[in-house]
Nanobody, 116 residues
Framework: QVQLVESGGGLVQPGGSLRLSCAAS????????MGWYRQAPGNTRELVARIISGGNTNYADSVKGRFTISRDNAKNMLYLQMNSLKPEDTAVYYC??????????WGQGTQVTVSS
């Protein structure tokens, strides 16, 4: 069974930065792609950023130029560098992975709150 564990969330002021991490149990080479999603109270879960096994990335329009997704295969880690944070970025952020059999997996989430 695949386990994904997020960390790095917390309270940050507008304009600040935060780096989220996702630790996977076992090699992340087994994943077709990995990504970060977020969900605010009362809202649906939305894609924030995704990285494909070959390294290509895509981002939600709302975070382009501010967020950067990356992965470290040697450490079995996925990261999300979040800069110039805004109050509307406040949400629970979830790590996601899809394996080569198109099976999806989710972490439990980490809270990010952007407030002055």
């Amino acid at each position: 069974q695949v386990q994904l564990v997020e960390s790095g969330g917390g309270l940050v002021q507008p304009g600040g930065s935060l780096r989220l991490s996702c630790a996977a149990s076992g090699s992340i080479n087994r994943f077709l792609n990995m990504g970060w999603y977020r969900q605010a109270p009362g809202n649906t879960r939305e894609l924030v950023a995704r990285i494909i096994s070959g390294g290509n990335t895509n981002y939600a329009d709302s975070v382009k130029g501010r967020f950067t997704i990356s992965r470290d295969n040697a450490k079995n880690m996925l990261y999300l560098q979040m800069n110039s944070l805004k109050p509307e970025d406040t949400a629970v952020y979830y790590c996601n992975a899809v394996d080569w059999g198109i099976q999806g997996y989710w972490g439990q989430g980490t809270q990010v709150t952007v407030s002055s």
